[in-house]
């Protein structure tokens, strides 16, 4: 007999936990967000996993009462935006709070940079506080820069696209959180209870045993690798980039496969062709029939860097998206149940963004211009991103405690020699 999945587990939880509260019920929780959460709670600080977007504007062009009221609007709209994470008996819970703007200004001495100032107030994020944070690096008399900051538990691609629309609109006419009436809010909330409620159905049906077998297949090959030695002292992230020619005509339809067999090179290249490393990276989007709403419903997918060539990689991609939908937490007990030995820790991360989805982000009459800081915390021992506009600009951030820098810099090199003839 076959044992229930793990979604079909919390769901039976959560509803035992909530059965007699009625609509004042926090809201049960995705598998994306169950993952995020978790590692929330093994953080020894309760810190979020973030994702900050950096925009360079001239300085005092920001009005930060301004951003604050527009936030606080944003969050009115989006329920996504005022949730917090809660461990209700052990069931992870989201819970619905009041919308709050949250501006703070990160003063720049003399002779520093923002790049040096927002990286280490990132570093010391308070762990309680609304899921979208703004922080703005000023005094340098050029130019400030201003960290756009998301909780990742609430952020994927679609959702971003969303705020900088949604900021730029609301800064430009003045709102706050008080211009939303209740009945719209109370809209909201019923339409992301609804979106996290389907997509847990399919998360459920994506949990089925077939599914299950799948994965452990699939990851049956998983070799991990020990940790680096790197320099225990070291601190910060190392960094590298490129740019390169953006593909013409139909080349982007097949530029995730490559840019996920480019990152399979360099972490291979990375760790030594003995390993096959698991790579992660984030796929998804909202159930057919759920509203537009912002937040996290996409998925964490693993990866096994293997040997296979481009064309074997895209085609095992492919079998991969028609599982995407299983829990990533479903995935691992899978992999460890086959006798996979793989803990769930990703060796290297790879994020892909189409620019052109994204609108940019107009504070009163400056646009934002979107710089890199790479210098932040990383979720695994390297990390790729590679964003698709004019042309495409490749990244690569590596902890130095961890990673040598030679051995990234030669990973770097295997990266874009694959994406460079893709």
């Known amino acids: 007999m076959q044992s229930p999945s793990i979604t079909s587990s919390y769901l039976d939880r959560y509803r035992r936990l909530t059965g007699s509260e009625g609509s004042g019920a926090p809201l049960p929780v995705t598998g994306a967000q169950r993952r995020f959460l978790l590692a929330r709670r093994l953080d020894p600080a309760g810190r979020p996993a973030l994702v900050p977007l950096f925009f360079a504007f001239p300085a005092g062009a920001v009005d930060t009462a301004r951003l604050e009221a527009a936030a606080g609007h944003l969050a009115a709209l989006h329920p996504a935006l005022r949730v917090r994470p809660e461990v209700v008996r052990g069931v992870p819970v989201q819970r619905i709070g009041e919308p709050e703007g949250w501006v703070r200004e990160v003063p720049v001495p003399p002779g520093a940079t923002a790049a040096e100032v927002l990286p280490r107030a990132l570093a010391d994020w308070p762990a309680e506080g609304p899921p ?32 900088t629309d949604g900021l730029t609109r609301a800064y430009a006419e003045g709102l706050g959180p008080d211009d939303v009436p209740a009945t719209r809010r109370a809209e909201g909330t019923a339409a992301y209870r609804e979106a996290v409620e389907l997509q847990l159905a399919a998360e459920e049906r994506a949990s089925a045993p077939a599914a299950r077998a799948y994965w452990a297949r699939r990851l049956a090959g998983l070799r991990p690798p020990p940790p680096l030695a790197g320099r225990p002292e070291a601190t910060g992230t190392g960094s590298t980039r490129l740019r390169l020619p953006s593909p ?62 481009p064309e074997a990689r895209t085609a095992a991609w492919w079998d991969d998206l028609d599982h995407a939908d299983a829990p990533f937490d479903e995935v691992v007990h899978a992999a460890r149940g086959a006798g996979v030995p793989w803990s769930g820790r990703f060796d290297g991360l790879l994020t892909f963004e189409d620019l052109g989805r994204r609108p ?47 051995r990234a ?14």
């Open 132 to 163: 979208l944070r703004f922080l703005l690096a000023t005094g340098d008399g050029t130019e400030d820069v201003l960290a756009l900051v998301l909780d990742h538990a609430v952020c994927d691609e679609q959702s971003l696209g969303g705020i």
């Open 248 to 309: 013409a005509g139909d080349g982007r339809a097949a530029a995730f496969p490559a840019a996920l067999d480019a990152c399979a090179r360099a972490a291979r290249t990375l760790y030594g062709a003995e390993h096959v490393p698991a790579l992660g990276y984030p796929w998804g989007g909202r159930p057919a029939a759920a509203a537009p709403v912002l937040g996290c419903f996409l998925n964490t997918v693993a990866h096994p860097a293997d040997a296979e060539g």
């Open 360 to 406: 940019p982000l107009r504070l009163g009459g400056a646009t934002g211009r979107e710089t890199h800081l790479d210098d932040r915390p990383l979720q695994a021992p390297f990390a790729v991103s590679v964003s698709y506009g004019d042309d495409v600009l490749v990244r690569m951030a590596w902890r130095r405690s961890d990673v040598p820098d030679d």
């Open 409 to 422: 810099e030669d990973a770097f090199a295997a990266l874009v020699s694959v994406l460079a003839t893709a």
